[in-house]
């Protein structure tokens, strides 16, 4: 053979087999049968292996594995982002003339997808409050498809109450999902909540590296055919590489989580009793309006809360506070090792006391306590000055 096609054609006896702890990154469009009866199989939908790049090469199924597992789902699909799992997922369960709820607190992607795209399909979008429970009953229509949670809402905190939702959705046939990325796996369980579809931005707590995007959906049996069917012909699968990360993430999940609570409350704790701190916004906090609720239903907090101030400064002011910061980066999203910190006015989902006032939410991330706390109180004190 001449050597460029032996360049091509290399041997897999030249291949190594290796049992290394991490499973191989496998790359791939073209994956090969093994034989031409196989491939008879595959077109009549009888093989049981990978049959292309867009069928889950194994790194993504590994995930899905593990993620059904944690959640104790039927079957769980990763997508390319946080927000392509919840427009996906949202996409296989809506027909036109539908009507679908969505909690005032959630993610605001969301809420622009329903309004934007969901809308120009002929599906209707209505909020509810973002603290929801029984009242759910009074926005019903007979059209009502799909009822949208996020709690605690990743913003503003409140909280819905799911149980007292999900009971009134099931007697009507209504599909409940949850955005459920600030509980994570470990602190909440949708579907023993009576939840039909949960939902994650695994870009925040099971990656924990802020080095990729990437989102899950996991339902119940009931459902699961729907979003099978749905993912099969839409292929919005996730790049090879991140599923890798993914999976790297989610072994040290338990162990991160617990450290992102134990410093968040220590955090939290401090800056409410801090003079210059008007509320904290964290429902493990026995201050938080809502936090029967939290304690009854979910097994722990994580590292994100906001907190607001006494008084109002202007940008100017605020900018020498967090510019001041040398543990807190200024940027979006949340969940990983280092501490980050927004500000903003929320128009949805803030009522009552709150409105009017900027909210300043940190994401917490692996730094001692102690430290992050000499930051926020030398910052803190040029307000003060
Ligand atoms: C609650 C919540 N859900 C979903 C998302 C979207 O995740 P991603 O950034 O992976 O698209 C975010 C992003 O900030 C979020 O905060």
Redesign the pocket.
């Known amino acids: 053979m001449h050597p460029f096609s032996g360049l091509i054609h290399a041997p897999e006896s030249l291949i190594p087999a290796a049992r290394t702890i991490n499973p191989p990154t496998y790359r791939g469009s073209t994956v090969l049968f093994p034989s031409h009866a196989d491939f008879v199989k595959a077109g009549q939908g009888e093989y049981d292996g990978i049959t292309y790049g867009t069928d889950r090469l194994p790194q993504q199924r590994i995930l899905e594995s593990a993620l059904r597992d944690l959640e104790g789902a039927a079957l769980t699909r990763v997508f390319p982002?946080?927000?392509?799992a919840?427009s996906e997922t949202l996409l296989a369960f809506v027909r036109a003339g539908d009507h679908v709820l969505v909690c005032e607190n959630a993610?605001g992607?969301?809420l622009r997808f329903c309004n934007e795209v969901l809308g120009r399909l002929g599906v209707t979008t209505q909020t509810i409050p973002p603290d929801a429970g029984a009242d759910i009953a009074a926005y019903l229509r007979p059209e009502t498809r799909i009822i949208f949670l996020?709690s605690p809402g990743?913003l503003t905190f409140e909280l819905q109450d799911i149980p007292a939702i999900t009971k009134i959705a099931r007697q009507r046939g209504i599909v409940t999902i949850l955005?459920n990325?600030?509980a994570t796996p470990l602190y909440l369980d949708p579907f023993e909540l009576g939840v039909d579809v949960s939902i994650h931005?695994?870009?925040?707590y099971i990656c924990g590296h802020s080095d990729l995007?990437?989102?899950s959906t996991s339902t119940t049996e009931a459902h699961a055919e729907t979003l099978a069917k749905a993912y099969a012909c839409r292929e919005i699968y996730a790049a090879p590489e991140d599923c890798q990360l993914a999976l790297r993430g989610i072994k040290t999940l338990p162990l991160r989580m617990k450290q992102h609570q134990a410093s968040a409350l220590t955090v939290a704790e401090v800056l409410h009793d801090h003079p210059l701190v008007d509320r904290v916004l964290h429902p493990a906090l026995p201050s938080h309006p809502q936090h029967e609720l939290w304690k009854r239903d979910f097994r722990g907090s994580s590292g994100l809360f906001a907190f607001t101030l006494k008084n109002e400064y202007p940008e100017s002011i605020l900018g020498q506070f967090i510019d001041s910061l040398q543990l807190f980066g200024i940027g979006?999203?949340?969940g990983g090792f280092m501490s980050l910190i927004t500000t903003g006015q929320p128009k949805r989902g803030f009522a009552g006391p709150l409105q009017g006032k900027t909210l300043i939410r940190v994401s917490i991330g692996l730094e001692e306590p102690a430290d992050l706390l000499a930051d926020l109180e030398q910052g803190l004190a040029r307000l003060a000055g």
């Open positions: 982002s946080g927000i392509s919840i993610y992607p969301t996020e990743s955005d990325t600030w931005s695994i870009t925040k995007l990437m989102g979006y999203s949340w």
